[in-house]
């Protein structure tokens, strides 16, 4: 299977929670199952006018070049400022133009995501008091005639049909809204009213090109109106072509629980009609509150070690495989939902897996290392005198067409109790293990390493104002994977994992804590890498 290779043991120690002894035995000649990086589908988006900016476009290369995010989607393509549709057969796609050929230079294609309603087609424009979201006011109103809306987007879709061809257009997704069942959030009209959108928007769609791809209900609840969605589509006879909703591992409080996220996700699979029907999760993270006021462990979450730990954990878990695509929310914090920050600039919170300037967060780190690990798996066994795993501590091991690459982590939500987990990584096949193996290559992520949050402010003094270029040069060498080499036994390979309680001082930014000690008494911290020919060690 891998004659010739050069196995990889990228051990990415992701340590949020408490085991007792593990052992993870992997046997190189097993034959491995495949592991798609259905993460990679899509990743989110700030809303659609960003798309134009500077800024938006060099973050969104960097995550198509080191994560290989393959489309983006985002809010408010029909926005009034987007200039999308100005009245009744009143249109200018400069913007969406703009948008697309953009994507489709960098080899990627967008989830259009229908929405919000134009102020002139809104059931209550925002001049009349109509409500809307965010700071970019997107009026969040059902229209006043539902056959203009129809109109608007059968006219949408003969331009992109027009202008990109048929075959391409087929290969984006169109989503009809966001969040319909969080009333009046994102939607003030009722499930029959979004039901009767859905209606004219798949028709319109259907009747510019069968081959154009149409769903919903992007729900944020993510089992919440799969059956009633697909339901009334049957009874109507009205034509679909995914299932797509929203699934954050919670809120402000009961948040990161990637295990039971993993299960919800199986379960809102389960619902579907029919295994054939692609299932599309839209947005997702540990939590969706953005944001650091106060504090918030939840919003400052995003920024931190903790959350590439909730990303490992997510995708190891089965039942998350049920998604065809599973949608990151977000890849940058150029956002904007609530304005753009005032305090605290450079590490305020927000969702994305870079900071506002770029810099990558240690979840881009985490991903970008997860792009490369490989997309096949192979199986983890135990020792009869050892049980194979604690609650929280795992081992994902994945084949590229090169090497061997290991994430052993042990996680477990914000708030539980952590513990050290002593873990026993032990290789068979391919003439393993070799006595001369004896060093590694050790890529760290934790508060000290791959973490320019707590750079910012060990170093800058948690400074909350602009910073200079050459104060975002650091922040992106601070980002960078650091690596170091230390001395190991691999015919045992041996790793001590320490941790950190929730309790710690979280101004300090110390509350998440990730060690690596491989046969040594000091801990060196998160996520190691280890190049092991057949007979002798090969270094980075």
């Known amino acids: 299977m891998m004659n010739g290779l050069c196995p990889v043991l990228l051990l990415s120690l992701f340590v949020l929670g408490s085991c007792e002894n593990v052992v993870f035995n992997i046997n190189l ?28 476009r060099e973050h969104l290369a960097m995550v198509r070049r080191d994560i290989g995010f393959k489309r983006i989607r985002g809010h408010g393509l029909l926005d009034d400022d987007m200039s999308t549709s100005l009245g009744p057969n009143v249109n200018s796609y400069i913007n969406v133009d703009l948008l697309v050929d953009y994507l489709i230079e960098l080899g990627m294609r967008p989830i259009l995501e229908l929405s919000f309603m134009p102020n002139w087609l809104s059931s209550h424009p925002t001049d009349k008091g109509g409500k809307t979201v965010c700071h970019y006011v997107g009026n969040i109103n059902p229209p006043k005639d539902y056959q203009l809306w129809g ?48 209606n004219y928007t798949s028709r319109a769609l259907k009747g510019v090109s069968e081959k154009i791809q149409v769903g919903g209900p992007a729900t944020d609840c993510c089992p919440c109106w799969i ?47 029919s295994p054939k029907i ?54 940058s914090d150029v956002f904007a939902e609530p304005g753009f920050p005032s305090h605290n600039i450079s590490f305020h919170g927000t969702f994305g897996l870079t900071n506002i300037f770029g810099v990558p967060k240690p979840s881009y780190r985490a991903l970008e290392m997860l792009h490369t690990g490989g997309e096949q798996r192979l199986p983890v066994y135990g020792a009869s005198t050892i049980d194979l795993q604690s609650d929280t501590c795992h081992c994902l091991p994945l084949l590229n067409s090169t ?19 002593n873990a026993d990584i032990r290789l068979s096949g391919l003439g393993f293990p070799h006595k001369s193996a004896s060093g590694a290559i050790l890529r760290r992520i934790d508060e000290d390493h791959t973490n320019p949050r707590g750079y910012w402010i060990k170093e800058m003094g948690m400074f909350s104002g602009y910073p200079t270029i050459q104060q975002k040069k650091q922040l992106k060498k601070a980002s960078e994977i650091s690596t170091s080499m230390e001395k190991v036994e691999f015919e045992l390979l041996s790793l ?38 057949q007979e002798t060690l090969c270094l980075l």
Not at 29 to 39: K, L
């Open 29 to 56: 000649d097993d034959q491995p199952a495949d592991f798609p990086h259905y993460w990679e589908e899509c990743v989110g988006s700030g809303h659609m006018l960003l798309t134009s900016r500077v800024d938006w």
């Open 496 to 533: 001590v994992l320490r941790s950190c309680e929730w309790g710690c001082d979280w101004s300090n930014n110390i509350g998440i804590q990730a060690r690596i000690c491989p046969n040594t008494s000091g801990c060196s911290p998160l996520c190691a890498t280890f190049l092991l020919e």
């Open 151 to 198: 109109n608007m987007i059968a006219q949408l879709g003969e331009h992109l049909v027009g202008r990109y061809g048929e075959e391409t257009v087929s290969e984006f997704l169109f989503e009809v809204w966001n969040e319909p069942g969080v009333a009046p959030t994102f939607w003030t009209g009722t499930q029959a009213d979004y039901f009767k959108l859905f």
């Open 278 to 331: 692609p299932f599309v999760i839209t947005e997702f993270s540990s939590n969706y509150i953005q944001g650091d006021e106060g504090k918030a462990i939840a919003g400052i979450m995003h920024d931190l070690p903790a959350e590439a730990a909730f990303l490992v954990s997510l995708i190891s878990q089965p039942g998350t495989g049920a998604a065809q695509v599973l949608s990151y929310w977000t890849f």
């Open 403 to 421: 090497h061997l690459n290991l994430f052993l982590h042990n996680y477990a939500m914000p708030g539980a109790p952590i513990e050290a987990c």
């Open 227 to 273: 059956q009633d969605f697909e339901k009334f589509n049957k009874e109507h006879k009205i034509a679909y072509d995914f299932i797509s909703t929203h699934c954050y591992a919670g809120g402000r409080t009961d948040f990161g629980n990637a295990t039971k996220l993993g299960h919800t996700i199986a379960h809102a699979k389960s619902l579907i009609s």
